[in-house]
């Protein structure tokens, strides 16, 4: 018996956590898709036909939800490691007339990381609500919780990624989106 709890606890790999993705990688590959579909679970589509709701009614289609939920929960805390980069150096924004530059988006991280951090928290407790909402089987409070990532997500974009674009801010402004 005391041999099991002198036992020494695995110890993580030297040089801290290993960060082979940029916060674009990240976006692209976990809070796009986990997001998108979380917009697409549950929704009011008014029709020639009326009203008709979408929401997951059956324990796999809640189960689906769940795990894009998951996703979009921890991927905050990656997108504010210390130290992860904004995008590979030889990436280039593919709307340049509307969107920073990734080093210009990499230098108003840095200017104010704490900014950036507080932004991803928001998407984190977003999702946190989402999950307790799929847990409870609650359509409403999950209808609910969509929208506030999706204010989490435009309000950091609106930062970050094209602060420039006067009618995307002018829209925010009448949504009360911008912080």
Known sequence: MSGACSRQQPQPPAGGPVMAGTVKDIMDSMVNPSSDFLFDSV???????????KAPHTAEEWKAVRRQAIQLLEAPSLLAMEGRRVARPSERSENPQIELQPEEIQTLVDADRASFVRRARRLQDAASSALDAIDKKDTTALFHA???????CEGCHLHYWYPNDQRAQQAAKAQGLVD
Not at 43 to 53: K, L, S, V, Y
């Open 43 to 53: 929704a009011e589509i008014a029709d020639e036909r009326g009203i008709t709701q």
């Open 146 to 152: 969509i929208e506030g990532i999706d204010k989490a």
